[in-house]
């Protein structure tokens, strides 16, 4: 997913103009791509844990929210 596709994205969760199967299965009309729920969520983690490369499975497992967020691209439409 593109950086424009992903804050398009981020932005219809965070106004909740998307359902969770628009989310999940996609929607055309709404510009928002199969499976984006995965594709985001890997593009957080993969922040954190770029962000944080000593933090073991067991510890970013039991994060909450708003620490696997801090420092994300789109955080600020995601809270």
Same mark, same amino acid.
């Given at each position: 997913?593109?950086?424009?596709? %992903?804050?398009?994205?981020? &932005? ?5 103009? &998307? ?6 299965? #996609?929607?055309?009309?709404? #510009?928002?791509?199969?499976? &984006?729920?995965?594709?985001? #969520? ?5 922040? =954190?844990?770029? &962000? ?10 039991? %994060? $909450? ?5 801090? #420092? =994300? $691209? ?6």
């Amino acid at each position: 997913m593109d950086e424009k596709t %992903k804050e398009h994205v981020a &932005s219809l969760v965070n106004n909740y103009e &998307s359902t969770f199967n628009d989310f999940v299965i #996609g929607n055309e009309q709404k #510009g928002i791509p199969r499976w &984006s729920n995965y594709i985001l #969520g890997r593009d957080i983690l993969n922040n =954190y844990l770029k &962000s944080n490369p000593g933090v073991s499975i067991a510890e970013w497992t039991i %994060k $909450e929210n708003d620490e696997i967020l801090d #420092g =994300y $691209e789109y955080q600020k439409l995601l809270q």
